[in-house]
Nanobody
Framework: QVQLVESGGGLVQPGGSLRLSCAGS????????MGWYRQAPGKQRELVAV???????NYADSVKARFTISRDNAGNTVYLQMNSLKPEDTAVYYC??????????WGQGTQVTVSS
């Protein structure tokens, strides 16, 4: 079984920063993709940023140059540094693991609210 535990969400003013963390445990393959998705009220869940064990990354256009994804392969941990936050970044952020033949897993979600 696989578990993903997220931390780091909260309330921040526009222009501020937050760092999300997601620690994976259990049967995680050495080659995988980890990342972050988000879902705002009334909207579909959307990709924010993902990164592979080989270091390839992919970002949503809306967060490029503001957000940075990184990972610690040894610890199966992925981070999302979010700078210059905007009210439209308000959402529940979900950690995601694409674990090869073992399937796809989701974290429980962490709320990020950007408001003055």
């Amino acid at each position: 079984q696989v578990q993903l535990v997220e931390s780091g969400g909260g309330l921040v003013q526009p222009g501020g920063s937050l760092r999300l963390s997601c620690a994976g445990s259990g049967s995680i393959l050495s080659i995988n993709i980890m990342g972050w998705y988000r879902q705002a009220p009334g909207k579909q869940r959307e990709l924010v940023a993902v990164t592979s064990t080989s270091g390839h990354t992919n970002y949503a256009d809306s967060v490029k140059a503001r957000f940075t994804i990184s990972r610690d392969n040894a610890g199966n941990t992925v981070y999302l540094q979010m700078n210059s936050l905007k009210p439209e970044d308000t959402a529940v952020y979900y950690c995601n693991l694409k674990n090869g033949v073992f399937g796809t897993y989701w974290g429980q979600g962490t709320q990020v609210t950007v408001s003055s």
